[in-house]
């Protein structure tokens, strides 16, 4: 190699680097290489995941679950998101969850519930209860970055999540998947709020509970409807590839702050086999 060849070598490795270094101080909270539709479509991301059980001989609020979490920590804290099951269920119903999530970078706590009957605003104080475990007493607390937090939850779930980011407006982002509540109005929340509903819902049906929710939210709120195409309530109980890429890329760009992922969000998706609708606001602003 010649010396000139090897100086424009040496040029374009320390370019790479800076812009990399820039890259990385820009957003600090950005976790896991650039993201693609088939990245994010994938039954695993880019982490190795390790679990641990949470038994509810040991927790106060709440009825125990599962912790899923990146095994390294080479890239630091991550953000973290507690998923309440619906009525009548238990953690297994929305397990398919946690390791999904949690290989894309974040730690993830599905729950038991105090009791399968517990209603929507029990359910919201107990996705509550279990984020301030899991940053204040967990095993996985210092992998933690307590300021980048979000909730999910399935029907009453979904109903929990918006009655725990109305109590807890410094929520970065929640999820309602086929959300049930008989509070239809939501005009105090001020968390990025994704409400996912389904065309063949008898359960929750959208016209009286997703779509008024998703309508009552604030104008000025990051926020946005997904209607999936044959699709019903318990849809989300089993490993859902749409549910999942929307869920990853809402949480990513509300909780990491990773605008790299504002590309699967806006512009608005269009229907079609997987997606009966999609409303939203964009660009998003937070």
């Not at 984020?131 to 929990?160: C, F, Q």
């Not at 409400?195 to 990051?222: M, R």
Request: proline letters at 7%; aromatic letters at 8%.
């Amino acid at each position: 190699m010649s010396a000139l060849a090897a100086l424009a070598t040496i040029g374009a490795i320390a370019t790479f680097t800076a812009s990399g270094a820039q890259a990385s101080a820009a957003n600090p909270y950005e976790r896991g290489p650039a993201p693609t539709s088939a990245s994010i479509e994938a039954l695993r991301g880019p982490y190795a995941v390790s679990q641990t059980d949470v038994s509810p001989l040991g927790v106060t609020g709440f009825g125990g679950g599962t912790v899923y979490y990146p095994t390294s920590t080479a890239d630091g804290t991550f953000g973290a998101v507690v998923i309440s099951p619906g009525f009548t269920a238990y953690q297994s119903s929305i397990s398919w969850l946690g390791p999904r999530l949690a290989s894309q970078g974040f730690i993830v706590m599905t729950i038991d519930t105090l009791t399968t009957l517990d209603q929507p605003d029990s359910r919201g104080r107990q996705l509550l209860a279990a984020l301030d475990y899991l940053t204040e007493r967990s095993a996985v607390r210092t992998r933690i970055d307590s300021g980048r937090l979000g909730v999910m939850g399935h029907s009453m779930g979904g109903g929990g999540t918006l009655e725990a980011a109305k109590s807890r407006p410094s929520l970065q982002a929640a999820i309602a998947l086929t959300g049930w509540n008989t509070d239809k109005s939501w005009p105090e929340i001020k968390t990025p709020a994704l409400i996912v509903g389904a065309d063949g819902d008898t359960v929750a049906p959208v016209a009286t509970h997703s779509e008024p929710f998703y309508t009552s939210l604030p104008g000025s709120l990051d926020k946005a409807y997904l209607e999936l195409n044959n699709a019903t309530h318990f849809t989300p109980n089993s490993s859902n590839t749409t549910i999942a890429k929307y869920s990853i890329s809402w949480l990513k760009r509300f909780i990491d702050n990773d605008s790299r992922y504002e590309q699967f969000l806006c512009p608005l998706p269009g229907p079609g086999p997987a997606i009966e609708e999609y409303r939203g606001n964009c660009p998003h602003t937070s």
